[in-house]
């Protein structure tokens, strides 16, 4: 199988991304892979539908993109990278109970790909399912050895669920393990504004605004917080 277009699953981008704040700069977008390396059992019409749906995924044309993923699946039934961003794009129109149905079936036909188990766990999260996102996301956790925007999904999750102390603690883990990231400074204080502790969140926040004046996401950030967190 080729993991040559695989977009994340971006409902998770905005509360899990490692944020590239450092420098003024943004993450890079990541790259389609030109149609002669996606080996599609040389159809070119299928390589090019697979580049398509995957720019219109990145560009938020996420009804496009499902058509376009449908249209590839007609060619090439067991794509399972196609049937993973199919089941991200309905995740992104709001469907979430298709897009269950669609990563359920995405885990059974690969059970040890972490990022199936961590689009699972975020299908769950959505639908109020606490405690079975739990374990899906524990499942990535424990093939990935402990791969950061899973344990930040688990805090999230943790964080909704109102249990305060164990997402901080997840968050104030990876802040030690990869000291210096400003990106993890930015999850820690949205944590906080999720967990009701603004006021702690406030001078993270004001660093971060201190160092990254022009940083967009950082702005975006700050723009979404909650209302109570205002000053």
């Given amino acids: 199988m080729h993991h040559l277009l695989r977009p994340a699953l971006s409902v998770f981008a905005a509360s899990l991304a490692l944020l590239a704040c450092g420098g003024g700069e943004s993450a890079p977008a990541p790259q389609p892979a030109p149609a002669s390396a996606t080996k599609v059992s040389g159809d070119f019409t299928a390589a090019s539908k697979k580049i398509a749906a995957f720019e219109a995924y990145n560009a938020a044309r996420y009804a496009d993109a499902l058509r376009l993923y449908d249209e590839l699946l007609k060619v090439e039934p067991d794509n399972l990278d196609a049937l993973i961003n199919r089941a991200a794009c309905l ?88 000291p210096g990231q400003p990106g993890l400074l930015l999850e820690k204080a949205r944590m906080l504004d999720l ?28 723009a979404a917080r909650p209302a109570r967190a205002a000053k």
């Fill in 195 to 222: 967990v009701g502790r603004s006021a702690d969140a406030d001078p993270l926040f004001a660093q971060l605004q201190a160092q990254f004046p022009q940083d967009a996401s950082l702005q975006q950030a700050i």
């Fill in 91 to 178: 995740g992104q129109l709001g469907r979430w109970p298709e897009a269950l149905t669609a990563t359920d079936d995405c885990a059974k036909r690969n059970p040890n790909d972490p990022e199936i188990h961590i689009n699972r766990s975020t299908i769950l999260n959505e639908l109020g399912r606490s405690e079975e996102a739990i374990e899906a996301v524990d499942r990535a956790l424990a093939l990935s050895n402990g791969m950061p925007k899973a344990l930040l999904l688990k805090a999230t999750i943790y964080g909704k669920a109102g249990k305060s102390n164990e997402a901080i603690a997840l968050v104030d883990g990876l802040v030690q393990r990869f």
